[in-house]
């Protein structure tokens, strides 16, 4: 799993996927085959596995995700130096979403989280750890929701209740970093 928000910023993922198809890998969605990828988090795993050893195919994995950073560290660099007060602005602008939603799809949520992810790694927000995309990204999931809230959830009440999660986990963090 990749969270890669600088090549899909830059428009790169486009000609990125196809030439890791030529290398015997495949890029998918979050939850995999035929799935999209949500709040820019991709899935790189092997397609071919016939006449390829386990430690090949491992190799080429691990060769495979460490160009894949750099070019995701390339494009976060390009986005600082080019668009640095727009990207700025829309992680601010999405965090101000987070804090302050009542309501909110579970695209839009993904979008938002990405976009803080990329704000606290690109050194915007401070008050914020960056293991807040990872559980803000499943605990805000349709299936977790309605696991918590112990039974079936309208769409609106998901929506309502995910919400409300992403304000309270957020107002947690940011207490405990000022030390309230």
């Known amino acids: ?16 996927v196809p030439a890791i ?6 890029v998918r969605g ?9 709040g820019n988090i991709f899935q790189i795993s092997n397609q071919i596995t016939l006449g390829k050893s386990e430690d090949d195919i491992v190799d080429d994995l691990k060769s495979v ?19 640095n007060i727009q990207l700025e602005d829309r992680v601010f602008r999405s965090y101000g979403t987070l804090a ?12 938002c989280l990405s976009d803080l ?12 750890s960056k293991s807040i995309l990872n559980e803000l990204m499943i605990l805000t999931q349709p299936g977790f929701l309605q696991q918590y809230a112990g039974g079936a959830l309208s769409p609106n009440e998901r929506d309502i209740r995910r919400a409300a999660l992403i304000r309270e986990r957020l107002k ?6 000022s030390g309230g």
């Not at 992810?117 to 914020?128: A, E, H, P, S, Y």
Request: proline share 1%; aromatic share 2%.
């Open 172 to 177: 947690m963090e940011t207490k405990d970093e």
């Open 117 to 128: 992810r990329l704000g606290i790694d690109m050194g915007f927000i401070k008050n914020i």
């Open 21 to 26: 198809n030529q290398l015997g890998l495949v």
């Open 1 to 16: 799993m990749m969270h890669l928000p600088g090549l899909v910023l830059t428009q790169q993922m486009n000609r990125i």
């Open 30 to 38: 979050i939850y995999g085959e035929g799935s999209e990828a949500l």
């Open 65 to 83: 995700v460490s160009q894949i950073i750099s070019q995701e560290r390339s494009a976060r660099e390009a986005l600082a130096k080019t668009s």
């Open 100 to 111: 302050n939603s009542r309501i909110i799809e579970t695209k839009e949520a993904a979008r």
